[in-house]
């Protein structure tokens, strides 16, 4: 009898805690604009404007870099559910394929928030400008960012344009013109060739010169210190 009457009050225990938990869970998510219960989608757009979506990339870096993170408070199991059959992404960010450079990680940002290219030395190709379209003109992000990072390998190449194996010195051309510009300053490199190619995302592009014109889209350069964890806007 008193086996019974114990059992009985472990599992209330266990039932009031897995309430308690699942209720903060949900709490957080639905605090940090993640729809949850009933929704019929994951809206990570929120009919956020340009200006505000470059906004909430800054203000989740600046959560990463406090080592305050949100994002990983929401269940991925609902985040997934909702993002099967489609995605709406807010944010596109052409990065560098550097490991030390985790997009959603450094912007605090979850499953369905960002559309990421990613290629060393974050610069613009065809088959990038054509990925980076298809975020404008079919998933509707607000904002494109072009992100360096500092210590960057594939401009730390290109200056010194040594010879290299396989198809890696394919890279340094695309990259000279910051290289030239930079004065063979290795800070200035990188901040100059995040800004040359968001230039050209701005005008090589039909569609995103004409997002941008109609308001619909920003496009913005920024670097990304390793040690701070800070992304700075160029």
Partial sequence: MLHKVRTHTDSCRRQFLQGVLSSAVVGAVA???????????????????????????????????????????????????????????FAAVLAC???????????????????????????????IIASLEYGVAVLGVKTLLVLGHSNCGAIKAAMKADSVPGQISSLYAPLRRAVEQSGGNFN???????????????????????????????????????????????
């Fill in 97 to 127: 394929a550097d490991s030390r450079v985790p997009v959603e990680l450094l912007f605090d940002q979850t499953i369905g928030h960002i559309f990421v290219t990613r290629i060393a030395g974050n610069f613009v190709t065809p088959e």
């Fill in 31 to 89: 605090g940090s604009g993640i729809e949850l219960g009933t929704s019929e989608r994951l809206s990570a757009q929120a009919n956020l404007s340009p200006d505000t979506a470059l906004q909430e990339l800054l203000a989740g870096n600046q959560r990463f870099a406090a080592n305050k993170l949100t994002s990983i408070e929401h269940d991925l199991s609902i985040l997934k559910e909702h993002t099967l059959e489609k995605q709406e992404p």
């Fill in 188 to 234: 200035q490199a990188i901040e100059i060739n995040t800004k040359i190619q968001a230039e050209l995302l701005r005008t090589s592009s039909t569609v995103i010169r004409d997002a941008v014109k109609a308001g619909k889209l920003r496009v913005d350069a920024a670097v990304y210190d390793l040690g701070t964890g800070k992304a700075t806007l160029g």
